[in-house]
């Protein structure tokens, strides 16, 4: 008999309506206990966990450079690229979670497992 496999399929959240998160601005979200920050770099969408791998600090609070789509960790200043989660400075050099955003019905959206 086959062993049933976990549903591997993402859940949609919405975030807020588009208009709500304009270029250059940050919104922070929870779902399942779990926080995660979402920018908007020049009319791009990027939403990534919101902790620092270095210890854990609260990255949507830092300072985000929406032309190299990056955002700096406000306790000790790693940099984090948006696009890919990964550190691009120390002293973090662990990536963190990166979850796809998009716009659906003029709503932001994003795919979490």
């Known amino acids: 008999m086959p062993i049933p496999l976990p549903d591997t399929a993402g859940t ?7 208009a709500e998160l304009p270029p250059g601005a940050t919104r922070l979200v929870e779902h399942g206990g779990r926080k995660i920050g979402v920018f908007n770099c020049e009319g791009r969408l990027y939403a990534i966990e ?8 609260p990255l949507a609070e830092g300072e985000l ?22 550190p691009k400075t120390l002293p973090a050099f662990a990536p963190v979670q990166t979850f ?3 716009v659906v019905d003029d709503t932001i959206v994003l795919e979490v497992d």
């Open 65 to 86: 450079d929406p032309t190299a789509c990056t955002i700096e960790c406000p306790r000790h200043g790693s940099l984090f690229d948006l696009s890919t989660g990964r």
């Open 100 to 102: 796809a955003a998009s």
């Open 50 to 57: 919101d902790r620092c791998s270095h210890d854990d600090g």
């Open 12 to 18: 949609s959240i919405s975030v807020c309506p588009a």
